[in-house]
């Protein structure tokens, strides 16, 4: 061991002197004590001009029914709902900014004390007035506004003796009063139209006032006090409907004398506050404010009240406290924050930032803070610091990590952080002395710090203490850097139990369960053995995180508090997740006496029950920072060490608060314009088109003492599967899907957990565009049918016509063939070839007969096709000719011609078109004619067209006609009618239009007849 000390340097050396001397330095250090009262503090909610308040001069606060706080002040009339203040001025509709009352009557209308001979109230945002027919010359100030069980509004004016008006909400009626009435009436109370006046009590009846008893109270009183008027007025006071008070002397009224009784009351000046919920009254006095119970003893101190130039006191209905000052705004202390007593620096000025609390058997509460300083707690509250000297000029941090008390000797240990231990003793007459640890001492080495054996100066173990075992107990329990340790301070004697890294331990017994930076872990003080729990972190695995605070409460159940990862107990080997302190970060888990778990988190201190029904508490409590490092449980008041001080919170019966959390849906938007809302109802119903899916709903909450801490909870049916948490006051939904319904559900949460009565439910009904609805498919479905119904039947009909079209054109076709083998063309040909048969001349028969053949056989062919190509016309046309030209005497010539490039075989036509044209040129035209004719057949393209042209050189149509005309049987050709027929069912069919033109060439050499036939080329081409 020798060599380890030529590692020490000067200051190491000296280090190791100095723990040997330690006794000496306590007994000289210890004890340089300063006593010192801390005054008593208040965290208040303070509201400025900073914050929204149009004036820092506020005359009144009051709550109305719905819960908002409304502000009287020297520039307008106020709402404030704990977000956001709306201020009402003479551009709202005000005679004057002034606004030094406000009161409610039974339909929620607020009557406004202000300057002016008529009367002003606001209902749902907007101001009205009441015109007074009768105003008094004096009466320019109207200053208090009663209302009764009939809801009727009773009006005092100032600088009136004998004036009192009624407004019935219909009508304003005006009283005159006894002349001698020295001051304003003042009506009993809300719910009792008697009002008391010193010459007596005036009750109303049957619409005029009567004097319901004949008590000369401002006789009485000035004869015993020896009063002058402006005092009595100013200082007497009317608690109900029999009992006053002044100065110190409660009178009661009998039935010519007031009993009078003496109060602890000093010189009060102003009306007594009536606290809702209880029997007792709020006193101001000279310079002390305080509270009277029912039995009129006093009950409660507000020494802080004197520090502030208030003007009125009001509590709402969560029995906050109101308080509204002259140049600095408004405060508000809330209930619970009236319980507390808060020090934040000690006698010295030094900062209060307290780590560790617990109670000797002396009664005394020891706090130690970050800087290593010590400090106590008599019975009275009385907060003691002591100084001491204790610096060994090293790295070691000062700061007090706990405190641990002995259970059966006055002892209590200090742990500091990091690495120190010290224990002291509480002597009988209140001194303490520190207990010299003579077996081991602390040396820093090779910048660690170890204790090391004061026997053999061996190193038995180096640590840094994490926490320690709540339980008082003659052994110390800690957990630290190097494991588990324990301290035996009778016996002086030190051991390590584990030697892993632990932070937090809960000892039952011989069981001791510790928080691991892997998780949790259980330890056998019996055996040595340390159970690694895997079963349970199997079924949870985050039993395996990082574990910062343990604690068992009475019925053995553990209480676990991780590093980040959520809170949870550990009931019946079953983890339950603490949801209220979800996302906190818990240092200590400390027991209440009557088993509620207390919390000390990053978020103020949890306070949970065996039902897990938590409250927490925050600055808006009264606590000094929402950082809270340590708790102590004691049987009157629980205290609270802070990163800023210390809070005590008392443990007294006071009257609770209402249950109230009032929430309210202010506005919906849709589509970017507002709608009206029912606030009585909590279900609205809102239909709506497709174009009005652009939702913004705006709520609020009142709870003024949870100070904006309040969650939303909401959920839309359609959009949200759960239900989500905002602390925004509005909610938006940009674009809903059409054709369907949505139902908003909304409810409040506030720091306590306690969720709003009324769970508000909007639904949103949008409908689809007429285009996507039921009756208009339904229609368009039957528009549809219709259609199909009426295309089947278009084309049953076209089938129809077809079909009719098609035996027409068969009709025709056959007509055709028929005309084409005229019995007159069948005869001659026959004659023709008898006669070539007679002549014997063989060949010219055998070649008639053949053409004849082929003609009927092409004639029989091209009836059967609508269409053919151009070239078997023409085929067809020149051995109808040729035959014809047999039978002619003289024979007639004819003429084919068209352009060689011209591609007959590919041009369709209809069939037989041509051959009726020619036929009526040879029969009609070059019959008659005495010398030889010539039959022309020209085919030119122009363009996207085919003309075809028949010309004869014939005596013409008309001298046809006549020479026709005198035949006893002419043959009728319906060559020509049949094929216009022909032509029209072409085009109704194909949609292909023919021209044919006729037109007789007459001039002075040529006769006969032109014929032009048009056909569009393509479409022949395209379709066949």
């Known amino acids: 061991m020798g060599s380890r000390f030529l590692f020490y340097t000067k200051n190491q050396l000296i280090l190791f002197m100095f723990h040997h001397f330690q006794k000496f330095i306590w007994l000289v250090c210890l004890y340089l004590i300063q006593l010192g009262m801390v005054a008593q503090q208040h965290n208040f909610l303070h509201y400025s001009v900073d914050d929204g308040l149009p004036s820092s001069n506020v005359y009144k606060t009051v709550q109305d029914s719905k819960g908002y706080i409304w502000f009287g002040t020297d520039m307008g009339l106020c709402k404030f709902d704990g977000y956001n203040y709306t201020t009402y001025t003479t551009a709202d509709g005000l005679p004057f900014n002034d606004i030094w009352g406000v009161t409610e009557d039974h339909q929620g209308r607020l009557w406004l004390a202000t300057f002016g001979p008529d009367f002003y109230y606001l209902e749902n945002d907007s101001i009205h007035k009441i015109t007074n027919p009768h105003p008094s010359p004096k009466g320019v100030l109207n200053y208090k506004f009663h209302v009764d069980s009939s809801d009727n509004v009773w009006i005092q004016t100032s600088f009136t003796t004998n004036l009192l008006y009624r407004y019935d909400g219909n009508a304003l009626f005006q009283y005159t009063l006894s002349p001698s009435t020295p001051f304003v009436p003042k009506p009993v109370s809300p719910n009792m139209p008697f009002f008391h006046c010193p010459s007596g009590i005036y009750v109303l009846q049957d619409s005029s006032l009567f004097k319901y008893r004949d008590i000369p109270y401002y006789e009485i009183l000035k004869k015993e006090q020896g009063l002058y008027w402006g005092e009595f007025k100013d200082r007497f006071h009317t608690l109900d409907t029999s009992r006053y008070f002044y100065r110190d002397t409660l009178y009661t009224a009998t039935k010519d004398t007031l009993l009078k009784k003496i109060l602890p009351i000093n010189n009060c000046q102003t009306p007594p506050l009536s606290i809702k919920g209880t029997d007792a009254y709020l006193f101001q006095c000279d310079t002390l404010t305080f509270s009277l119970n029912k039995q009129l003893e006093r009950s409660n101190q507000y020494d802080f009240l004197n520090q502030l130039n208030y ?348 249950n109230y959390l009032p929430f309210y849906i202010e506005k919906v938007w849709i589509q970017g314009e507002q709608q009206t809302l029912n606030l009585k109802d909590v279900q609205q119903f809102f239909n709506l088109n497709h174009r009005q899916n652009s939702l913004k709903i705006e709520y609020v909450c009142l709870s003024y003492e949870s100070n904006k801490d309040i969650s939303y909870e909401y959920k839309m049916s359609g959009i949200d599967q759960d239900w989500k948490s905002t602390k925004q006051l509005s909610i938006e939904y940009p674009i809903l899907p059409y054709g369907q319904s949505y139902t908003f559900d909304i409810r409040a949460k506030d720091l306590n957990n306690r969720y709003s009565p009324q769970q508000y439910q909007l639904t949103f009904s949008i409908r689809s565009p007429w285009w996507e609805t039921w009756w208009f498919r339904l229609s368009l479905l039957g528009l549809f049918l219709l259609f199909v119904y009426y295309q089947f039947r278009r084309f049953q009909e076209k089938e129809r016509q077809q079909t009719a079209i098609n035996k027409k054109f068969a009709e025709l076709e056959l007509q055709a063939l028929q005309a084409q083998m005229n019995p007159h063309f069948i005869f001659n040909s026959l004659q023709a070839i008898q006669d070539f048969v007679a002549e014997k001349d063989e060949r010219a028969s055998n070649k008639y007969m053949t053409n004849f053949s082929r003609l009927m056989r092409l004639f029989l062919e091209s009836s059967k096709e609508k269409y053919i190509p151009l070239d078997d016309e023409l085929e067809l046309l020149q051995l109808y000719i040729e035959l014809e030209q047999l039978r002619f005497e003289p024979q007639f010539e004819y003429l084919l011609d068209y352009p060689e490039d011209l591609d007959i075989c590919n041009i369709q036509i209809p069939s037989l078109l041509l051959q009726p044209f020619v036929e009526n040129a040879i029969n009609h035209g070059l019959k008659y004619k005495k010398e030889a004719g010539l039959l022309e057949i020209k085919i030119e393209e122009q363009g996207p067209l085919i003309e075809i042209q028949i010309n004869d050189n014939g005596v013409g149509r008309k001298r046809a006609k006549e020479i026709m005309g005198k035949a006893k049987k002419a043959y009728k050709s319906r060559g020509m009618q049949i094929i216009q027929e022909r032509l029209k069912t072409i085009e109704l069919t194909d949609n292909i239009d023919i021209q044919i033109a006729i037109k007789d060439k007459i001039n002075d050499k040529i006769d006969g007849t032109s014929v032009l036939i048009t056909i569009p080329l393509t479409d022949y081409i395209e379709k066949n």
């Open 311 to 658: 003007q009125s006191l009001g509590t709402d209905k969560q029995n906050n406290l109101w308080i509204s000052t002259k140049n600095d705004g408004v405060y508000m202390l809330p209930y619970d924050g009236q319980n507390t007593q808060t020090y934040t620096h000690d006698s010295k000025g030094n900062k209060l930032n307290i780590n560790a609390i617990v109670q000797t058997q002396d009664g005394k509460i020891w706090l130690g803070n970050d800087d290593g300083q010590l400090y106590f707690l008599n019975e009275s509250k009385q907060l003691t610091s002591i100084y001491h000297a204790f610096d060994l000029g090293t790295p070691i941090q000062k700061s007090i990590l706990a405190l641990h008390t002995s259970a059966t000797e006055n002892i209590f240990n200090i742990v500091y952080q990091c690495d120190q231990l010290q224990s002291f003793e509480v002597e009988e007459n209140g001194n303490i002395k520190a207990i010299e640890l003579d077996q081991y001492t602390v040396e820093y080495i090779n910048g660690r710090l170890y204790y090391v054996s004061v026997k053999d100066n061996k190193i038995r173990h180096r640590f840094c203490i994490k926490s320690v075992s709540q339980q008082q107990s003659d052994t110390l329990w800690f957990v630290c850097s190097g494991g588990l340790g324990s301290w035996v301070h009778q016996a002086k004697h030190f051991e390590v139990h584990t030697t892993a890294r632990a932070y937090a331990l809960a000892k039952n017994n011989q069981q001791i369960w510790l928080g691991q930076p892997d998780g949790l872990f259980l330890y056998n003080t019996k055996t040595k053995k340390t159970d690694q729990l895997e079963q349970l972190k199997k079924q949870y695995p985050i039993l395996q995180k990082d574990i910062r605070a343990l604690a068992l409460d009475q019925n053995k159940h553990l209480w676990i508090g991780t590093n980040g990862f959520g809170n949870y107990q550990l009931k019946n080997d079953t983890l339950i997740k603490i949801e209220a302190a979800n996302n906190t970060i818990v240092k200590k888990i400390l027991l209440d006496s009557d088993n509620t778990v207390c919390l000390a988190s990053n978020k103020g201190l949890y306070a949970i029950d065996q039902n897990l029904e938590s409250k927490l508490y925050t600055t808006a409590q009264g606590l000094a920072s929402n950082e809270v490092n340590s708790v102590f449980v004691a049987k009157d008041a629980i205290y609270i060490g802070t990163n800023k001080g210390l809070t005590i919170l008392e443990k007294k019966t006071s009257p609770q608060a209402d």
